[in-house]
């Protein structure tokens, strides 16, 4: 569904400036920091940076507990500190997935066979991904056999997932209104848009939708790949220029 709700809700917390600020100071200290520190350096009471801290730990940003700042055990009571919550925040409207590609691309440098292009083994290892995808997304299913609306369906379920917003424009045309490898796709149109016609084709027989097919279709503004029903494969798309946007 594009977005997942802990990347929407991390956005709208730190829409504040008072809480970016903050959870760049927590970000820059690269230790635990406690509210009393966070307070002085924002110049703001120790009350009120307690309720942006909560807001921040609530969304998943930061994380508590109780002990000394300086790693040094005092008498009497351990002040609470803040600490970042391991891991990437990365929010990005529309959605995009370079770790997708860029896995693809590691792993077929890394198990190119004798006599293959580069070229040739990352469509291999792109269609297999797809394949894969497809068919646990199958198993989980069991859709049976497959028409090619019931098999566009499905493809949209899951292709909301990884961020491509399908578009069901009739019932045997799925078009993609978001490249989730834009950027790269604008730098090499003929290698990316190619791994991803070969991933979305890997699942949809792996989906065991052979009733359907991923074409280019290159249009401004949207995914170079469209999903299309027997019938409406043969049709010539409306072509435009750019892949992504």
Not at 18 to 23: A, W
Not at 165 to 193: G, I, K, W, Y
Not at 197 to 219: C, E, M, N, V, W
Request: with cysteine; hydrophobic share 40%; glycine share 10%.
């Amino acid at each position: 569904m594009g977005l997942d709700a802990a990347s929407l809700t991390s956005l709208a917390v730190l829409g504040d400036d008072l809480r970016r600020r903050m959870f760049a100071f927590v970000q820059h200290a690269r230790r635990p920091v406690t509210r009393e520190e966070i307070a002085d350096s924002l110049g703001i009471s120790r009350k009120l940076a307690a309720f942006h801290l909560d807001k921040l730990v609530a969304a998943g940003l930061l994380h508590t507990h109780y002990e000394s700042a300086s790693g040094i055990r005092k008498v009497g009571r351990r002040p609470k500190v803040y600490e970042l919550v391991a891991g990437t925040i990365a929010v990005s409207i529309p959605e995009r997935r370079y770790e997708i590609l860029a896995g693809l691309l590691i792993e077929a440098v890394a198990n190119e066979a004798e006599g293959e292009s580069a070229r040739e083994a990352a469509l291999r290892v792109a269609r297999q991904h797809g394949v894969a995808l497809g068919a646990t997304e199958r198993a989980r299913v069991r859709p049976g056999r497959l028409g090619a609306e019931r098999g566009l369906s499905l493809a949209a379920e899951t292709l909301e997932e990884f961020g491509y917003e399908p578009d069901r424009s009739t019932p045997t045309v799925l078009r993609l209104r978001n490249c989730p490898f834009h950027s790269l796709a604008a730098q090499a149109p003929e290698l990316v848009c190619g791994l991803n016609q070969a991933f979305l084709a890997g699942y949809l027989h792996g989906l065991g939708s052979d009733k359907t097919t991923a074409i280019l279709a290159p249009r401004p503004g949207s995914c170079c790949v469209e999903l299309r029903g027997d019938e409406a494969a043969g049709r010539i798309p409306e072509n435009g220029t750019t892949c992504g946007r």
